[in-house]
């Protein structure tokens, strides 16, 4: 399964009141895609349980929705069916940057609890072979033995926003969940959480964290 993800910058704070001002242009902003979508509002931007370098992408939301392969996604945003800006007005915009992922449930997300979204960029001397093997194979079985963890997804991104010099600004995007953030605190912690991060710095150069608040849009199509 793919899942299209809008990485979206706003010139103000995004609140609440945006949220429920803009509900029936963010339904709309998902009407084509029979999945539905979400949007996650960022609450909190600290490096919640860790202690690493973070990235120059600074995000106020982050929209995601599912397609079962990559013509469809790119039919459904040039056809209007999906909208990358999630409804939000455009004055209220600063910058959308879509990324493509191919997404790898680890452990099933609950219905309910906090979460916590991160992105990951790779080390330049780690190829993009070996970050997806790392991070598949090994990393993910550190991560889903952190202590109180109730949800995690990997979203390996095949295509996305590149720099000034043509590299990717995101290789991954994580989907955590928790009960509460300290348990967040605890899970990173923890010796098995300290090893974790510890084999995270082999092969991933940078991690902005992002605790977000999910809203639910029905789809349509």
């Given amino acids: 399964?793919?899942?299209?993800?809008?990485?979206?910058?706003?010139?103000?704070?995004?609140?609440?009141r945006h949220v429920t001002d803009n509900a029936e242009a963010m339904r709309q902003a998902v009407?084509?895609?029979p999945g539905g979508g979400l949007f996650n509002r960022v609450i909190d931007r600290s490096q919640k349980g860790i202690s690493y370098a973070r990235g120059a992408l600074d995000?106020?939301?982050i929209?995601?929705?599912?397609?079962?392969?990559?013509?469809?996604?790119?039919?459904?945003a040039s056809s209007g069916a999906f909208n990358l800006s999630m409804g939000l007005p455009g004055p209220l915009v600063e910058a959308v940057h879509p990324i493509v992922c191919l997404r790898n449930t680890v452990i099933a997300?609950?219905?309910?609890?906090?979460?916590?979204m991160s992105i990951l960029r790779k080390r330049p001397d780690v190829s993009c072979e070996v970050f997806q093997d790392q991070w598949f194979n090994v990393h993910s079985f550190?991560?889903?033995?952190?202590?109180?963890?109730?949800?995690?997804r990997q979203n390996l991104v095949l295509d996305g926003p590149r720099d000034e010099v043509g590299h990717m600004m995101v290789?991954?995007?994580?989907?955590?969940?928790?009960?509460?953030?300290a348990t967040i605190d605890a899970a990173f912690g923890s010796d098995i959480g300290r090893t974790t991060m510890t084999h995270a710095l082999e092969f991933i150069a940078e991690i902005s964290t992002f605790l977000v608040e999910p809203v639910a849009l029905p789809g349509q199509g």
Avoid: H
């Avoid at 399964?1 to 609440?16: A, G, H």
């Fill in 1 to 16: 399964m793919l899942t299209v993800m809008s990485l979206i910058q706003t010139r103000t704070e995004l609140t609440d």
């Fill in 31 to 33: 009407a084509g895609v």
């Fill in 59 to 61: 995000l106020d939301a």
């Fill in 63 to 76: 929209g995601q929705a599912e397609f079962p392969d990559i013509s469809a996604s790119m039919t459904a």
């Fill in 109 to 116: 997300p609950p219905k309910a609890g906090l979460k916590r």
């Fill in 142 to 152: 550190l991560v889903k033995r952190l202590p109180g963890i109730t949800g995690y």
């Fill in 171 to 181: 290789d991954g995007m994580v989907e955590l969940w928790f009960p509460d953030g």
